[in-house]
């Protein structure tokens, strides 16, 4: 079956540090959906590609879908406590389900 | 607009036993999905359910199982449960019945423990 892997799976930043997660899927995806679950919270929708290439901010948050559909990358600039939690992609899978992907846990340091 | 509800917040039960979670989706959703998410991992695709029906459902035993009721809110039943059913099952809802193409939005969550 299809299987939506990010990395790396857990990384410590000093405040004001930039941080980016992968995230890699086994077949071709129509969309990829990321969010973010703050620690002891439910996730929390951040963002939705479509088109291949495309590139959306949000604020110090830029996502990117790539050429091939394929993979996705979410980049944080300047990172700040606020930004700790765990950072999920999600694409589609058969039967028209989201399948999530393995996540990137975020540390941060003040 | 009040958010996706869940109840109970935390449920204890021993090894055997029956567990029923419930879920109210935000109003106007039709659609409700169950996930697991057992400590520290990420999140397994359980059920889904639109206008009453199961659309989809993970690779899970079939003792896990659900309903959808009339008012679109959702019930999932664990039955003979397992010391690994352990985890904190999350139910997210969305506007539309196409499951992956709409954002969904999660409750906060029931807390399984099985002892």
């Known amino acids: 079956g299809q299987q939506v892997m990010q990395i790396p799976q857990y990384q410590h930043v000093q405040e004001g540090e930039d941080f980016t997660t992968y995230c890699n899927s086994s077949?071709?995806?129509?969309?990829i959906q990321w969010y973010k679950q703050r620690p002891g919270g439910h996730p929390v929708f951040l963002i939705q590609?479509?088109?291949?290439?495309e590139v959306k901010k949000q604020k110090r948050l830029t996502f990117q879908f790539g050429e091939a559909k394929k993979n996705s990358s979410l980049h944080i600039t300047a990172t700040q406590t606020t930004d700790v939690g765990t950072y999920f992609c999600?694409?589609?899978?058969?039967?028209?389900?989201?399948?999530f992907g393995t996540g990137t846990r975020l540390a941060v340091r003040p | 607009e009040a958010g996706v509800t869940q109840s109970p917040t935390h449920l204890i039960k021993t090894r055997g036993q029956q567990a029923t979670l419930r879920c109210s989706p935000i109003s106007g959703h039709t659609s409700v999905y169950w996930y697991q998410q057992a400590l520290g991992l990420g999140l397994q695709f359980l059920l889904w359910?639109?206008?009453?029906?199961?659309?989809n459902r993970g690779n899970f035993p079939p003792r896990f199982s659900g309903r959808q009721f009339p008012n679109y809110s959702s019930e999932l039943n664990v039955n003979a449960l397992e010391l690994e059913d352990s985890a904190l099952y999350l139910c997210a809802s969305s506007l539309v019945g196409t499951g992956s193409s709409y954002e969904q939005y999660f409750g906060p969550g029931t807390r399984l423990t099985v002892t």
């Open positions: 999600a694409g589609p899978s058969s039967g028209d389900k989201l399948t």
């Open positions: 077949t071709t995806l129509s969309n």
């Open positions: 590609l479509v088109k291949s290439g």
């Open positions: 359910y639109d206008e009453g029906e199961e659309r």
